[in-house]
T-cell receptor
C-alpha cells in the first residue's frame, strides 16, 4: 500500500493567481497521476507524471495551465495557473500499485477560486 | 479510449434493502476493474477489484461484484445495506497494462435511510 499526503488540503484563491499543490508518497513509485473532481462530477485524469520526463497530459488539459513537476520518485507538484472560477475543484494525487493492482489516493486539495 | 457508465446517479434505500449499482465499460482489450467508495469527507477507498479468475469478487464491508465479460459489466451488490453505507460509489477501469491511469464513472450517490 501507499500513503499519500497532499498540501494544502484546501484553499481559496483569487482569479488570475496560481496555486501549487504538493503530493508526497511514502514509497518510491514510477508513475504518479493527477486527477480533478469537479463539483458533482467524477474524477477526470489530468496527467501522468513520470520521474525524469515530461508529464503526459490527457485531452483537454495543457501544460501551460497545469504544469507538473516530478523531481524524484516520491514527490510531485501540480500547479493550477491563471485560475478562474471554473477551476474550482478537488484535485487528487494518485499512485498505482504494481500492475495496476490498486490506485491509492491522497485526501485531495479542495480549491475554490473567487 | 476507455469509458465507464454508471446508470444510477442517485439511489435512496432503506436499511436492510438489497443494493445493486450498475457499471458498464467500453474497452476492447484486457481490463482491470474496480469499485471505489468515498465516504463523506474521506479519501477514496478501494471496495473491491477484478483482474482475472472468478468473475464474482468479494470486497470489504459485505460488498461483491460480478464481472460479466459478454455484457462489459461489473455491477456492485450488497444483500443488506446499512446506514453507514451512505457514500459516493465509483466504478473504474484501467487497461491491463496498467500504465494509463484510471477511467472513472460519474459516480452513484447512495443514501441509506434509517
Amino acid at each position: 500500500s501507499a500513503v499519500i499526503s497532499q498540501k494544502p488540503s484546501r484553499d481559496i484563491c483569487q482569479r488570475g493567481t496560481s496555486l501549487t499543490i504538493q503530493c508526497q508518497v511514502d514509497s518510491q513509485v514510477t508513475m504518479m497521476f493527477w486527477y480533478r473532481q469537479q463539483p458533482g462530477q467524477s474524477l477526470t485524469l489530468i496527467a501522468t507524471a513520470n520521474q525524469g520526463s515530461e508529464a503526459t497530459y490527457e485531452s483537454g488539459f495543457v501544460i501551460d495551465k497545469f504544469p507538473i513537476s516530478r523531481p524524484n520518485l516520491t514527490f510531485s507538484t501540480l500547479t493550477v495557473s491563471n485560475m478562474s472560477p471554473e477551476d474550482s475543484s478537488i484535485y487528487l494525487c494518485s499512485v498505482e500499485g504494481q500492475g495496476a493492482s490498486e490506485a491509492f489516493f491522497g485526501q485531495g486539495t479542495r480549491l475554490t477560486v473567487v | 479510449a476507455q469509458s465507464v457508465s454508471q446508470h444510477n446517479h442517485h439511489v435512496i434505500l432503506s436499511e436492510a434493502a438489497s443494493l445493486e449499482l450498475g457499471c458498464n465499460y467500453s474497452y476492447g482489450g484486457t481490463v482491470n476493474l474496480f469499485w471505489y467508495v468515498q465516504y463523506p469527507g474521506q479519501h477514496l477507498q478501494l471496495l473491491l477489484k477484478y483482474f482475472s479468475g472468478d468473475p464474482l469478487v468479494k470486497g470489504i464491508k459485505g460488498f461483491e461484484a460480478e464481472f460479466i465479460k459478454s455484457k462489459f459489466s461489473f455491477n456492485l451488490r450488497k444483500p443488506s445495506v446499512q446506514w453507514s453505507d451512505t457514500a459516493e460509489y465509483f466504478c473504474a477501469v484501467v487497461s491491463g497494462g496498467g500504465a494509463d491511469g484510471l477511467t472513472f464513472g460519474k459516480g452513484t450517490h447512495l443514501i441509506i435511510q434509517p
